[in-house]
């Protein structure tokens, strides 16, 4: 069965320190892959997607990820964090096809300390 | 639209009341989702639509739940007697074709009391 693996349930990192987030996938065929930030209250924020070529995404907000096949990993990655990121972070995968919908981790929350 | 909007943004419904739940995608999207978030958990499918027809029905958790795009726009999540195990936000998303990730909604708090 495909699946999605976020190991973390909270992370706590200072302001301006680096940050990785983890994502591990498990399916058949290479999937669609995915992370999405959400700030209380409020719908999901793609912040980057891996279809196909370079392994390494960037995206919005300084955010990068690199895609391992080795490893099944898709990891978030951001070089300095800011109060701003704190929120929860989703990693999805899908199967590309269109017709499915993604299956979702079930979150890191990321905390930002002084 | 400029996003995606679902209506109401709170319901809170008796335990064995009928809700509707509302998405309107952003315009010429031919692609809709529903999901499911309970809280402290990730978003799970319920089902898709391409245009009007509904092509996954597959993550619906009982028939109580129903799910609706007349005419390939707006789209409606109903709930037949809702159970306390229902209380979630309902997230809907739509992209502009097949396979591209979907722009989400701001979500529907449910509340089953």
């Known amino acids: 069965a495909q699946s999605v693996t976020q190991p973390d349930i909270h992370i706590t990192v200072s302001e301006g320190a680096s940050l990785e987030l983890r994502c591990n996938y498990s399916y058949g065929a290479t999937p669609y892959l995915f992370w999405y930030v959400q700030s209380p209250g409020q719908g999901l924020q793609l912040l980057l997607k891996?279809?196909?070529?370079?392994?390494l995404v960037q995206g919005i907000k300084g955010f990068e990820a690199e895609f391992k096949r080795s490893q099944s990993s898709f990891n978030l990655r951001k070089p300095s964090v800011h109060w701003s990121d704190a929120a929860e972070y989703f990693c999805a995968g899908g199967s590309g096809g269109g017709a499915d919908g993604l299956t979702f981790g079930k979150g890191t929350h990321l905390i930002i300390q002084p | 639209g400029a996003g995606v909007s679902q209506s109401p943004r709170y319901k809170v419904a008796k335990r064995g009341q009928d809700v509707a739940l509302r998405c309107d995608p952003i315009?010429?999207?031919?692609?809709l989702f529903w999901y499911q978030q309970a809280l402290g958990q990730g978003p799970e499918f319920l089902t898709y639509f391409q245009n009007e027809a509904q092509l996954d029905k597959s993550g619906l958790p009982s028939d109580r739940f129903f799910a609706e795009r007349p005419e390939g726009s707006v789209s409606t999540l109903k709930i037949q007697r809702t159970q306390q195990e229902d209380s979630a936000v309902y997230l809907c998303?739509?992209?502009?074709?097949?396979?591209?990730?979907?722009?989400f909604g701001s979500g529907t708090r449910l509340t089953v009391v």
């Open positions: 998303a739509s992209s502009l074709r097949a396979g591209a990730p979907g722009t």
């Open positions: 315009s010429g999207h031919v692609s």
């Open positions: 891996y279809f196909s070529g370079d392994t």
